[in-house]
C-alpha cells in the first residue's frame, strides 16, 4: 500500500527557533493533511493543502505540497513551548480513496 | 460545539472479553473513520463507514473485528475474543465531505488494554 516518510523522527531546539519537517512519498497524493498530537489525545488538523504547490499559512505555521504531489513539508517559526507535541502528515492517495495514510511523525521538544 | 466523542476514554479487558468502543461523529457529518494507533506509530486505517454501509474495510483484520455506523446512534467498532497485541489506541474521526473536500476530524480515542 502507499506509505508517507516522515522526518526527521524527533527534534529537539532552543525556544525561538524555526523548525522545518517533511514527507515523501513514492506515489502521488491528492490532498496532504498535517495535524499535531498531544499526548492521551487526538490528532489536531493544522493545514489542509489540495493542490500541487499550494503553500498555506496558519499563524506560525507554514506548509506546502510539493509540485510532484509526493511531499509535503512544514514550517514552525519561532518556535514556543506549546509548539511540543508530535507532528504527523497524512494524505490521501488513491483516487476517490478516502482513508488517511500517516506518517510515522516527528517529535517536536523545545528546550526553554 | 461538541466535536468528535468517543468512549471510553479507557478500556481494560481480559484476554478472551469482547471490547465495544463507542463514536458519535461530530454534528452533520455522516462518514466515519476508525483508525489504530500503536506506541510510537502514526495511525493505521482500518474502516470507513457512511450510515448503514461499510464503504471501505480494507484495513480490518480478517477476524475478530467488525464494525458498523447504524441509522440511529454512534458508530461501533467490535473486537471479539481480544488478544493482547490488540492494545492499542483507537482513533475515531469524521469528516463532511464537501466540493471533493475530505477534511478529517479525529476523536480522544479509546485506549484499549489487553491484560
Known amino acids: 500500500g502507499q506509505q508517507l516518510n516522515q522526518s526527521p523522527q524527533s527534534m529537539f531546539i532552543q525556544e525561538g527557533e524555526d523548525v522545518s519537517m517533511n514527507c515523501t512519498s513514492s506515489?502521488?497524493?491528492?490532498?496532504w493533511l498535517w495535524y499535531k498530537q498531544d499526548p492521551g489525545e487526538g490528532p489536531v488538523l493544522l493545514i489542509a493543502?489540495?493542490?500541487?504547490?499550494e503553500l498555506t499559512s496558519n499563524g506560525r505555521l507554514t506548509a506546502q505540497f510539493g509540485i510532484t504531489r509526493k511531499d509535503s513539508f512544514l514550517n514552525i517559526s519561532a518556535s514556543i513551548p506549546s509548539d511540543v507535541g508530535i507532528y504527523f502528515c497524512?494524505?490521501?492517495?488513491?483516487?476517490?480513496?478516502?482513508?488517511?495514510?500517516f506518517g510515522q511523525g516527528t517529535r517536536l521538544t523545545i528546550n526553554p | 460545539n461538541a466535536g468528535v466523542m468517543q468512549n471510553p476514554r479507557h478500556l481494560v479487558r481480559r484476554r478472551g472479553q469482547e471490547a465495544r468502543l463507542r463514536c458519535s461523529p461530530m454534528?452533520?457529518?455522516?462518514?466515519v473513520y476508525w483508525y489504530r494507533q500503536l506506541p510510537e506509530e502514526g495511525l493505521k486505517f482500518m474502516v470507513y463507514?457512511?450510515?448503514?454501509?461499510?464503504?471501505?474495510e480494507s484495513g480490518m483484520p480478517k477476524e475478530r473485528f467488525s464494525a458498523e455506523f447504524p441509522k440511529e446512534g454512534p458508530s461501533i467498532l467490535r473486537i471479539q475474543q481480544v488478544v493482547r497485541g490488540d492494545s492499542a489506541a483507537y482513533f475515531c474521526?469524521?469528516?463532511?465531505?464537501?466540493?471533493?473536500?475530505?477534511?478529517?476530524?479525529f476523536g480522544a480515542g479509546t485506549r484499549l488494554s489487553v491484560l
Open positions: 463507514l457512511q450510515k448503514e454501509n461499510i464503504i471501505d
Open positions: 474521526a469524521s469528516s463532511l465531505v464537501l466540493g471533493g473536500k475530505n477534511i478529517q476530524y
Open positions: 497524512a494524505g490521501t492517495g488513491d483516487q476517490g480513496a478516502q482513508k488517511l495514510v
Open positions: 454534528k452533520g457529518h455522516s462518514h
Open positions: 506515489s502521488i497524493f491528492n490532498t
Open positions: 493543502l489540495y493542490k500541487a504547490g
